[in-house]
């Protein structure tokens, strides 16, 4: 929404099984969750009183450095004190594991802080970038699936995550799948449809296309010859508006043109062998003639279309009024084929009174839909086979989209189809399917299941009293950026001030009567899998019609709780900070002050700064279109420091990468992306000495982890900073994230940011020849 495209965050057994969810230990029976906890809780105890050990015997090994590091540490401002809570003695470990004290830190503060990450944290088939952020989100994946195969503890029907483990549960039983095979899609979709073809159960004389089409469309929910979507209205992002576009094809357009002759084969195939699958178990041993002309009708005209879309261009602002079509105009233009007004009608049937003949959407494609017109008309009217061709063709998009929710067999379909064009196989078992399935339809139910098992409120209480506290610090600051004008410092102040703060989670994700509400209209059962996929449709489509009927909520999120993820939403004026940004390694509401402040307060620092720089001057204040609203005089003030920004960092290379494509290294031109990281060298560096100011505020004199050597409460905050970044990450993914995403390796971003904070050259006593020391810096304030 909006175009907002910055974001954050990589002998017998003692033990016998009884019921289902329990285990029985000698006479005492536990739910397996509980004794799960119970073991983790001995597991973290025992943890604690080794780490204890070790790093006791380490600090016996440093007295002279630790009577020098408190006397730094009474210079800044904190006690000689050393902190052995749990939360210190894990954060002292990630910090030990992770850096290089080997390194010189105004060298390459990369090397010192992340030196030892990869070691520690070596990639694998499930994640190759390996980051602290990709690292949460893939603990709290597994979190989830653990979870989502244990009972709840709301057995009620309508319970949301009772829902939630049913339909996963439903998903994953393999076993009635293979019993039932292709029955399901029978008695469910070719129930609802006017017979087939391939079944030899269809009547060319009773086709109606429009009936068929909201058959396809509406009630099962399937895309055929265009597609729907709801879209942020690009002329007020306050709206929304419906925009319709070509598809329906059952591979993408391109793979018909004559050059990709061979993929055609393998999808001709891939229809053919799963129509006599399905024949099979309608109970028609050899369909070959029909399964064979079923195929060729569905080529036929899904290449006929394919022909169309490549010859169809985008409007270049479709958006603009005058390129909207009327649904009456959008009718004619498909030669009356198609009635749009009375579709868009029981599509948004909670909303009919919405759509007439005159209200407008947005066509993205104008030529297509003229075309389509005279190929629905052909036929219809023409062909003497037109309706068995465009009956079959739309058979062909409800086995396509739903075959994958059978038998193992038609599962091995779609993947050898997916192998063959692709080259990637896919060997799983299903259950990442099934959680991405149930990730789709039900978000806010897996996230309110995660907070409900895995949240501390006292991480969100602490998460938003951090943000408070960056906030209230960046109103005092601003007085002193000089790039701002009087009247745009003060615009700068009221949209700060007025920024809405979530952090953590939303409230009505712990209220289980609206949670239950929410999905109330989904009948999930764990006995029939694929009808609970077709009650999920219900969901999409009150989805569509909520969007459509009602503004946007801001207390709606976008984002799962489950991914890590600090951002501020421009157009709605919103910093988000995910609870799953407030987790180890990234955040820890007992462990130590600068932790948090170092990683995600600069974090909330630089979401903060972002409402105001260049990318926060993108958007009308208003939140209803792209629209500047700084002065003259401060963009040129900008500017000026963009580039010194810039300018900075001539000299440094990006690269050479190696490359799995070529035996040579890979090395981008560094001066084409200077100014792309000029903006967020900008931004971090201010948010890291704002973060900075703000921990020496609140939080002065606290006690540091043992462990670490010569370390002062500003050089821990530095570290931690660095911490939240680090990276094992293969060379060549790195070049495609920097050519296609903007996103630039890890020890260039960290080194650059701090070599432009004179506070990070005073913590560790840098000479003014070190690399890190720049004789001028480029800073958004003094």
Same mark, same amino acid.
């Given at each position: 929404?909006?175009?907002?495209?910055?974001?954050?965050?990589?002998?017998?057994?003692?033990?016998?099984?009884?019921?289902?969810?329990?285990?029985?230990?000698?006479?005492?029976?536990?739910?397996?969750?509980?004794?799960?906890?119970?073991?983790?809780?001995?597991?973290?105890?025992?943890?604690?009183?080794?780490?204890?050990?070790?790093?006791?015997?380490?600090?016996?090994?440093?007295?002279?450095?630790?009577?020098?590091?408190?006397?730094?540490?009474?210079?800044?401002?904190?006690?000689?004190?050393?902190?052995?809570?749990?939360?210190?003695?894990?954060?002292?470990?990630?910090?030990?594991?992770?850096?290089?004290?080997?390194?010189?830190?105004?060298?390459?503060?990369?090397?010192?802080?992340?030196?030892?990450?990869?070691?520690?944290?070596?990639?694998?088939?499930?994640?190759?970038?390996?980051? +602290?952020?990709?690292?949460?989100?893939?603990?709290?994946?597994?979190?989830?699936?653990?979870?989502?195969?244990?009972?709840?503890?709301?057995?009620?029907?309508?319970?949301?995550?009772?829902?939630?483990?049913?339909?996963?549960?439903?998903?994953?039983?393999?076993?009635?799948?293979?019993?039932?095979?292709?029955?399901?899609?029978?008695?469910?979709?070719?129930?609802?449809?006017?017979?087939?073809?391939?079944?030899?159960?269809?009547?060319?004389?009773?086709?109606?296309?429009?009936?068929?089409?909201?058959?396809?469309?509406?009630?099962?929910?399937?895309?055929?010859?265009?597609?729907?979507?709801?879209?942020?209205?690009?002329?007020?992002?306050?709206?929304?508006?419906?925009?319709?576009?070509?598809?329906?094809?059952?591979?993408?357009?391109?793979?018909?043109?004559?050059?990709?002759?061979?993929?055609?084969?393998?999808?001709?195939?891939?229809?053919?062998?799963?129509?006599?699958?399905?024949?099979?178990?309608?109970?028609?041993?050899?369909?070959?003639?029909?399964?064979?002309?079923?195929?060729?009708?569905?080529?036929?005209?899904?290449?006929?279309?394919?022909?169309?879309?490549?010859?169809?261009?985008?409007?270049?602002?479709?958006?603009?009024?005058?390129?909207?079509?009327?649904?009456?105009?959008?009718?004619?233009?498909?030669?009356?084929?198609?009635?749009?007004?009375?579709?868009?009608?029981?599509?948004?049937?909670?909303?009919?009174?919405?759509?007439?003949?005159?209200?407008?959407?947005?066509?993205?494609?104008?030529?297509?839909?003229?075309?389509?017109?005279?190929?629905?008309?052909?036929?219809?009217?023409?062909?003497?086979?037109?309706?068995?061709?465009?009956?079959?063709?739309?058979?062909?998009?409800?086995?396509?989209?739903?075959?994958?929710?059978?038998?193992?067999?038609?599962?091995?379909?779609?993947?050898?189809?997916?192998?063959?064009?692709?080259?990637?196989?896919?060997?799983?078992?299903?259950?990442?399917?099934?959680?991405?399935?149930?990730?789709?339809?039900?978000?806010?139910?897996?996230?309110?299941?995660?907070?409900?098992?895995?949240?501390?409120?006292?991480?969100?209480?602490?998460?938003?009293?951090?943000?408070?506290?960056?906030?209230?610090?960046?109103?005092?600051?601003?007085?002193?950026? +000089?790039?701002?004008?009087?009247?745009?410092?003060?615009?700068?102040?009221?949209?700060?001030?007025?920024?809405?703060?979530?952090?953590?989670?939303?409230?009505?994700?712990?209220?289980?009567?609206?949670?239950?509400?929410?999905?109330?209209?989904?009948?999930?059962?764990?006995?029939?899998?694929?009808?609970?996929?077709?009650?999920?449709?219900?969901?999409?489509?009150?989805?569509?019609?909520?969007?459509?009927?009602?503004?946007?909520?801001?207390?709606?999120?976008?984002?799962?709780?489950?991914?890590?993820?600090?951002?501020?939403?421009? +157009?709605?004026?919103?910093?988000?900070?995910?609870?799953?940004?407030?987790?180890?390694?990234?955040?820890?509401?007992?462990? +130590?002050?600068?932790?948090?402040?170092?990683?995600?307060?600069?974090?909330?620092?630089?979401?903060?700064?972002?409402?105001?720089?260049?990318?926060?001057?993108?958007?009308?204040?208003?939140?209803?279109?792209?629209?500047?609203?700084?002065?003259?005089?401060?963009?040129?003030?900008?500017?000026?420091?963009?580039?010194?920004?810039?300018?900075?960092?001539?000299?440094?290379?990006?690269?050479?990468?190696?490359?799995?494509?070529?035996?040579?290294?890979?090395?981008?031109?560094?001066?084409?992306?200077?100014?792309?990281?000029?903006?967020?060298?900008?931004?971090?560096?201010?948010?890291?000495?704002?973060?900075?100011?703000?921990?020496?505020?609140?939080?002065?004199?606290?006690?540091?982890?043992?462990?670490?050597?010569?370390?002062?409460?500003?050089?821990?905050?530095?570290?931690?900073?660095?911490?939240?970044?680090?990276?094992?990450?293969?060379?060549?993914?790195?070049?495609?994230?920097?050519?296609?995403?903007?996103?630039?390796?890890?020890?260039?971003?960290?080194?650059?940011?701090?070599?432009?904070?004179?506070?990070?050259?005073?913590?560790?006593?840098?000479?003014?020849?070190?690399?890190?020391?720049?004789?001028?810096?480029?800073?958004?304030?003094?």
């Amino acid at each position: 929404m909006g175009g907002e495209t910055y974001k954050e965050f990589d002998s017998a057994s003692i033990i016998t099984n009884t019921t289902e969810g329990t285990v029985t230990i000698r006479n005492h029976t536990f739910r397996k969750r509980e004794l799960l906890l119970g073991v983790i809780a001995v597991f973290a105890f025992l943890l604690v009183i080794v780490l204890a050990i070790v790093l006791a015997v380490e600090v016996g090994t440093m007295k002279n450095e630790e009577a020098t590091a408190a006397a730094q540490m009474t210079s800044t401002g904190c006690d000689s004190g050393t902190c052995l809570t749990p939360a210190c003695l894990r954060a002292s470990l990630y910090h030990k594991q992770t850096m290089n004290e080997a390194v010189d830190p105004c060298q390459n503060f990369y090397a010192f802080a992340c030196g030892g990450y990869a070691e520690a944290n070596p990639q694998d088939e499930l994640l190759d970038d390996v980051t +602290p952020s990709h690292q949460v989100l893939m603990e709290n994946t597994e979190r989830l699936v653990y979870l989502l195969e244990s009972e709840p503890d709301r057995q009620l029907t309508h319970a949301y995550e009772k829902k939630l483990r049913d339909f996963m549960y439903s998903c994953s039983n393999h076993f009635d799948k293979m019993d039932l095979r292709g029955y399901p899609f029978i008695h469910h979709v070719v129930s609802q449809t006017d017979g087939w073809y391939l079944f030899d159960q269809w009547n060319a004389s009773t086709f109606d296309l429009e009936a068929s089409l909201k058959t396809v469309h509406i009630d099962l929910w399937t895309s055929a010859f265009f597609t729907v979507s709801l879209n942020v209205d690009e002329v007020d992002w306050n709206k929304r508006v419906v925009e319709i576009d070509a598809g329906g094809t059952g591979m993408d357009f391109y793979f018909f043109l004559p050059d990709f002759a061979p993929y055609q084969d393998v999808y001709k195939e891939y229809i053919r062998h799963v129509a006599l699958l399905i024949s099979h178990d309608f109970g028609l041993a050899n369909n070959v003639d029909r399964a064979d002309q079923f195929t060729a009708d569905v080529f036929e005209v899904e290449q006929t279309m394919a022909a169309v879309m490549l010859t169809s261009p985008y409007l270049n602002d479709p958006h603009h009024d005058e390129h909207r079509l009327s649904l009456a105009q959008l009718t004619d233009k498909v030669n009356n084929t198609i009635d749009f007004t009375l579709y868009m009608k029981e599509l948004f049937n909670e909303w009919p009174n919405k759509f007439n003949d005159n209200t407008k959407i947005v066509v993205l494609r104008e030529l297509f839909f003229e075309t389509l017109g005279q190929i629905l008309s052909h036929y219809l009217h023409r062909d003497p086979d037109g309706t068995r061709k465009l009956h079959n063709y739309m058979m062909w998009q409800l086995l396509n989209r739903y075959h994958h929710e059978l038998s193992w067999d038609y599962v091995h379909a779609k993947r050898k189809f997916h192998y063959m064009t692709s080259g990637i196989k896919d060997e799983s078992s299903g259950y990442v399917y099934c959680f991405s399935v149930a990730e789709g339809a039900m978000p806010d139910a897996m996230s309110a299941a995660f907070i409900k098992n895995f949240v501390n409120k006292k991480d969100q209480e602490e998460g938003d009293y951090l943000a408070d506290k960056i906030k209230e610090e960046l109103l005092l600051s601003l007085d002193s950026f +000089p790039w701002l004008t009087d009247d745009d410092r003060k615009t700068a102040k009221k949209k700060i001030s007025g920024s809405l703060q979530k952090v953590g989670y939303a409230d009505y994700m712990v209220n289980d009567m609206y949670m239950d509400k929410m999905y109330m209209q989904a009948k999930i059962t764990r006995d029939d899998y694929f009808g609970n996929i077709l009650a999920l449709n219900s969901l999409y489509r009150k989805a569509y019609n909520d969007a459509i009927g009602y503004a946007s909520s801001r207390k709606n999120w976008v984002y799962h709780v489950f991914q890590p993820m600090v951002t501020y939403y421009n +157009p709605w004026h919103e910093l988000i900070v995910t609870a799953a940004a407030l987790q180890n390694p990234l955040f820890s509401h007992k462990g +130590p002050a600068y932790y948090n402040y170092g990683g995600i307060g600069t974090a909330i620092a630089r979401s903060f700064i972002h409402a105001i720089d260049e990318l926060g001057n993108l958007y009308r204040l208003d939140g209803s279109n792209y629209g500047s609203w700084w002065s003259n005089t401060t963009t040129e003030k900008y500017e000026e420091t963009k580039q010194c920004a810039i300018e900075t960092q001539k000299g440094q290379k990006l690269g050479p990468f190696k490359s799995i494509f070529s035996p040579e290294p890979y090395t981008p031109n560094a001066t084409l992306f200077r100014p792309y990281f000029a903006t967020t060298l900008l931004a971090e560096s201010a948010a890291l000495r704002l973060s900075l100011k703000t921990y020496k505020k609140n939080k002065a004199g606290e006690a540091l982890p043992v462990g670490i050597r010569g370390m002062t409460a500003d050089k821990m905050f530095f570290l931690a900073y660095a911490q939240t970044k680090c990276q094992n990450t293969p060379e060549y993914l790195k070049a495609v994230q920097l050519e296609v995403n903007g996103v630039f390796p890890k020890e260039y971003r960290i080194n650059q940011v701090v070599s432009q904070v004179p506070e990070f050259a005073q913590a560790f006593n840098c000479p003014a020849s070190s690399p890190l020391v720049k004789e001028k810096r480029c800073m958004l304030f003094p």
